[in-house]
T-cell receptor, first 113, second 115 residues
C-alpha cells in the first residue's frame, strides 16, 4: 500500500530561521504530491503541489518543495519563518487514479519569537 | 466565494443518538470525500463519491454512512455513534480529471465528541 511518512512530529524554529519539513513516500508510479497547512481551528489549505516537470515547486506564503525521486522525498522549505507560520503541516500523495489522498501523520511547527 | 461548508462545526452527543453532518460545495465538483483526523494518525478517508449516486468506502468506513443525491451535497451519517468516533471530520471536494489528480478543497471541519 502506498504510504507517506513525516518523520518529525514536532519542530521548533526561531522566527527568521530557515525551515525544512521532511516527507517521504513509498515507492510507486509517478507520484502526485501535495503539502497542506492547517492553522489552529482551521481547515486544510493547499501550499503547493507536484505533478510533473520542474522538481522545485513554488507555493504560497513563500514556501517551496523539492521532489527527489532518488530519495523518495518531497521536503518543504522556507528560507525565513514568520510567527504566523506556526501550524500543522501535512504531506499527501495521490495515486493518479481515483481521487484518494493519502496523508502523512503531520508535523506540528512551533515558532519561537 | 468558492467554498466547502460543513455543519455543525461543533457537536457533542451521546452514544447511540443518530446524527448527520452536512457538507455542501458550490464549485460544481464531481468528487467529494470525508476524512477524519486523529492525533498521530493524520487524515484518514472514510467514504468518497465520484459523482451523484456513486459512493465507495475509504480506509475507515465502519460506523458511517453517506449519500450523494445531489452534486453539491454529501452528508455523513452516524447511525449509532460511539465514543471511538470522537474526532475532527473534514469534507473535501474536487473536479474529477481523467488520468491525474486535482486539488482538493477542504471544509473548515466538524469537531464531534461522543460521550
Amino acid at each position: 500500500a502506498q504510504s507517506v511518512t513525516q518523520p518529525d512530529i514536532h519542530i521548533t524554529v526561531s522566527e527568521g530561521a530557515s525551515l525544512e519539513l521532511r516527507c517521504n513516500y513509498s515507492y510507486g508510479a509517478t507520484p502526485y504530491l501535495f503539502w497542506y497547512v492547517q492553522s489552529p481551528g482551521q481547515g486544510l489549505q493547499l501550499l503547493l503541489k507536484y505533478f510533473s516537470g520542474d522538481t522545485l515547486v513554488q507555493g504560497i506564503k513563500g514556501f517551496e518543495a523539492e521532489f527527489k525521486r532518488s530519495q523518495s522525498s518531497f521536503n518543504l522549505r522556507k528560507p525565513s519563518v514568520h510567527w504566523s507560520d506556526a501550524a500543522e503541516y501535512f504531506c499527501a500523495r495521490h495515486p493518479g487514479g481515483g481521487n484518494k489522498l493519502t496523508f502523512g501523520t503531520g508535523t506540528q511547527l512551533k515558532v519561537e519569537l | 466565494e468558492a467554498q466547502v461548508t460543513q455543519n455543525p462545526r461543533y457537536l457533542i452527543t451521546v452514544t447511540g443518538k443518530k446524527l448527520t453532518v452536512t457538507c455542501s460545495q458550490n464549485m460544481n465538483h464531481e468528487y467529494m470525500s470525508w476524512y477524519r483526523q486523529d492525533p498521530g494518525l493524520g487524515l484518514r478517508q472514510i467514504y468518497y463519491s465520484m459523482n451523484v449516486e456513486v459512493t465507495d468506502k475509504g480506509d475507515v468506513p465502519e460506523g458511517y454512512k453517506v449519500s450523494r443525491k445531489e452534486k453539491r451535497n454529501f452528508p455523513l451519517i452516524l447511525e449509532s455513534p460511539s465514543p471511538n468516533q470522537t474526532s475532527l471530520y473534514f469534507c473535501a471536494s474536487s473536479f474529477r480529471l481523467a488520468g491525474g489528480p486535482n486539488e482538493q478543497f477542504f471544509g473548515p471541519g466538524t469537531r464531534l465528541t461522543v460521550l
